[in-house]
């Protein structure tokens, strides 16, 4: 019947309804006594509130079978003393209908929702108080009535001891039901007795000798609720009441007029001291059960935490794994392709199915850097270098790189630099400001059938705005909003008829937002798109040169270069390419043998691969800086297909100069040798030998 409560087994049940049986012949003859004792001086009674309780906290059919007994044994004692029977069958099936109906307007009010609650509780009580108002009123009339009396005879006589018993008993039997109830400092059964019983006699000497006193009783009474919370408290109050009732009527006696006033005063004191217990009980307990749920909530939050990093990590590891298993077979396709592309007796069309090849390789490169890219803005963890750049020049340089691609489609391009000095210094990262512009670039160019691409470069004090405007297919108002999200294309067709990955976009509105700027697109269908990146730079001024006597690639002689790669594939690719570049390349299959060469031979580069057997890129580069003499410091750059930042920086932290990713990009390797190649140790020592 009530959510409060949980459902409780079938013996569970049993047990409650012999509690709740003991509890209100209890009641009731306490009540008849004190009847008795005081020639039917009105009291007290609770034995209602009990069945009311009953019936707000047991289940199913066990609420009937607790109505039938408590009926029962009410007939039962109302004999045993001496009541009419005319009496027994007015009031009893009286109080049981009264009892049903109260409890059964209670729960259908949803009051019985929030029994945990202090002012929950306090509610439902009030409510039933009106009820026992209501229906003792409809009682005492049927009784003046049946005996002849005026209508309103006794009627004050039966109400204030009905309600006193409910907002002592229904309450506390609720509190005794409930056993989720837990003390805030729990207490053994003995320390509860004692408290009990220092509180009983102190009720009994208080309302003795001098009632007065009886604020007293406060103090062992809240130690008391702290120590055994509600259940303790709901107790502790009935102990107390049923030793000062007597109490009272020893010290004053039992003259009706004399004993009616400081009993009641005793019954509306433990009212009130049961109802301050109650509260200070459950708030208490309260605050605890909120704190157990803060710290669940703060433990489930870790777990999440840990669970969310978990899978991070996961989706990190995943990522560099097929990022590399993708790149080691692209840099073969890539390189041979490039390789074969050079030879001058290659027909027209195999050139074209070459070309074909290299840039099918080339998109997927692409995909696999959009999507490493993503992962890290996602993650948090891209970070931006700025240093002293002309933006001008970063534009042109993007329009160089993006040339062929508009060539191949005869496409005009044509740049604009507005207003400022080009060669104007600005602190910009870029890295990141060249990939957003070729982001642009590229789609403009993609989506370009005919006409042109304009780069446009407005320079403003310290406000820069890029402007990539096409001729092109053009974009439909509603999609612009979402151009600018992950995975997200103006509709399939556009997967389907030009590729791509969707993130492109995604990335630069990070990529931008990350530098402190604004990226949009001003576009109608078949009538192109402009899109527009505006950032706010700092000034900036040139960096002096650290080292103006390093030498220039161009002076660069050929190298002698160790490059070690376990894939034989990747090893005869890195040989014509270094070969072709005018260097001298010897390989090796992994780490040891490598080290085994460093120690005999003079090298100028060392291109070192990652994952090798038998001796690991990372530990071999440990060991050649663990040597003697100039060995210790030759140059070693990374060549491996891992790319993520983590990745990079186990290379850097072993000891390794550079990284360079694949797929192998001839420029880039034969540029990355001139900047790392030095004079080998060989050289050296024959030039300090020949040196007078």
Not at 97 to 104: D, P, S
Not at 157 to 180: E, K, Q, Y
Not at 186 to 191: E, F, I, L, T
Not at 404 to 411: G, I, M
Request: charged content about 20%; proline content about 5%.
């Amino acid at each position: 019947m009530i959510a409060g409560i949980r459902n409780p087994s079938r013996d569970d049940q049993s047990l409650r309804i012999a509690g709740l049986l003991a509890a209100f012949g209890g009641s009731i003859i306490f009540s008849l006594f004190l009847a008795g004792a005081t020639h039917n001086l009105p009291s007290i009674w609770t034995a209602n509130a009990v069945v009311i309780a009953g019936l707000l906290t047991l289940k199913g059919n066990a609420r009937w079978v607790m109505l039938a007994l408590v009926g029962l044994t009410h007939v039962a004692i109302e004999l045993i003393a001496g009541v009419r029977v005319s009496f027994i069958l007015l009031v009893v099936p009286q109080d049981l209908i009264q009892n049903v109906l109260i409890a059964w307007g209670l729960e259908r009010l949803g009051l019985t929702n929030h029994m945990r609650s202090p002012w929950g509780l306090a509610r439902m009580t009030a409510v039933a108080a009106v009820m026992v108002i209501v229906f003792s009123t409809i009682t005492t009339v049927s009784l003046a009535l049946a005996r002849g009396k005026p209508m309103w005879s006794g009627w004050a006589d039966w109400i204030a001891p009905n309600v006193l018993g409910l907002f002592l008993a229904m309450p506390t039997t609720i509190m005794l039901m409930d056993r989720r109830h837990k003390p805030l400092f729990p207490a053994s059964a003995w320390q509860l007795a004692m408290l009990t019983t220092l509180v009983v006699v102190s009720a009994v000497a208080i309302f003795t000798s001098d009632p007065g006193l009886q604020a007293l009783l406060f103090a062992p009474a809240m130690l008391a609720v702290f120590r055994g919370g509600p259940r303790a408290a709901a107790i502790l109050v009935i102990a107390s009441l049923a030793a000062s009732i007597p109490a009272v009527l020893h010290r004053v006696g039992i003259d009706r007029d004399l004993a009616l006033a400081p009993l009641r005063h005793a019954v509306v004191f433990h009212v009130m001291l049961f109802a301050v217990c109650l509260t200070a009980a459950m708030i208490l307990e309260r605050q605890k059960r909120l704190q157990a749920l803060l710290t669940r909530g703060r433990d489930a939050a870790r777990h999440a935490q840990a669970s969310a990093q978990a899978a991070n990590k996961a989706k990190s590891e995943f990522l560099a794994t097929i990022s590399h298993e993708i790149r080691t077979p692209l840099n073969s396709i890539l390189g041979f392709a490039d390789l074969v592309a050079l030879d001058p007796n290659l027909s027209p069309d195999s050139r074209r199915r070459l070309d074909l090849i290299s840039r099918a390789g080339r998109s997927l490169v692409e995909i696999i850097n959009d999507l490493l890219d993503f992962s890290k803005l996602e993650a948090g963890r891209m970070e931006l270098d700025p240093e002293p750049l002309a933006p001008a020049v970063v534009l042109r340089d993007a329009l160089a790189i993006a040339a062929p691609a508009a060539e191949t489609k005869n496409l005009a391009l044509r740049i604009e630099i507005i207003g400022g000095d080009e060669q104007a210094l600005f602190l910009l990262d870029e890295t990141r400001l060249r990939q957003v512009l070729l982001n642009l670039l590229s789609n403009a160019i993609k989506f370009t059938r005919d006409g042109g691409v304009t780069a446009r470069l407005e320079l403003s004090g310290q406000r820069l705005r890029f402007e990539i405007e096409d001729t092109g297919i053009g974009i439909a108002p509603d999609v612009q909003a979402r151009l600018f999200q992950r995975f997200t294309q103006a509709d399939s067709s556009i997967s389907r008829g030009y590729g791509g990955t969707g993130l492109g976009l995604a990335i630069s509105k990070a990529l931008v937002t990350r530098m402190g700027g604004e990226i949009g697109v001003v576009s109608a269908p078949g009538q192109g798109a402009r899109f527009w990146v505006e950032l706010s730079a700092t000034p900036a001024r040139p960096t002096p040169e650290l080292d103006s006597a390093a030498p220039q690639p161009s002076n660069i002689r050929g190298a002698r270069v160790l490059l070690v790669d376990d894939h034989h594939v990747n090893r005869e690719l890195g040989y014509a390419l270094l070969t072709l570049g005018g260097h001298e390349a010897i390989t090796a299959e992994d780490g040891a043998a490598a080290v085994s060469l460093v120690r005999d031979q003079d090298f100028d580069l060392v291109l070192m691969d990652v994952h090798m057997p038998v001796m690991d890129g990372l530990s071999a580069t440990h060991a050649i800086r663990a040597m003697q003499g100039p060995k210790a410091r030759v140059p070693i750059l990374a060549l491996s297909a891992d790319v993520m930042p983590e990745q990079i920086a186990r290379c850097l932290a072993a000891g390794m100069d550079g990284h360079l990713a694949k797929p192998i990009v001839r420029e880039a390797l034969l540029a990355a040798v001139a900047r790392f190649a030095t004079p080998s140790s060989r050289e050296a020592s024959q030039a300090s030998l020949a040196t007078p």
